[in-house]
């Protein structure tokens, strides 16, 4: 199995931006699928982002243009800048491994105030 522990959130106002960090406790990161997902209340949780090992990125066309993800590998930890923020992207963000995609971390909270 694996851990996963996000960090990063906050309340910020529309237009800002904030930078969310996932260390990952496996041994295996480097080669991994990692995603960033997010869940707004009522909502059901929605991929945002996605980087393979080699770093080609996938994102939702929601956010595209406007978030960034990215790896370091050395540090096992998965990145996601988030710039241009708006309302509706107010949810708790979380990331995951693609192979134990059962595994979820406890997420952090962004709340983004118009």
């Known amino acids: 199995q694996v851990q996963l522990v996000e960090s990063g959130g906050g309340l910020v106002q529309a237009g800002g931006s904030l930078r969310l960090s996932c260390i990952v406790s496996t041994s295996i990161f480097s080669i991994a699928t990692m995603g960033w997902y997010r869940q707004a209340p009522g909502k059901q949780r929605e991929l945002v982002a996605r980087?393979?090992?080699?770093?080609?990125?996938n994102y939702a066309v929601s956010v595209r243009g406007r978030f960034t993800i990215s790896r370091d590998n050395a540090k096992n930890t998965l990145y996601l800048q988030m710039n241009g923020l708006k309302p509706e992207d107010t949810a708790v963000y979380y990331c995951?491994?693609?192979?134990?995609?059962?595994?979820w971390g406890q997420g952090t909270q962004v709340t983004v105030s118009s």
């Open positions: 995951n491994m693609e192979i134990y995609s059962d595994s």
């Open positions: 980087i393979n090992h080699s770093g080609s990125t």
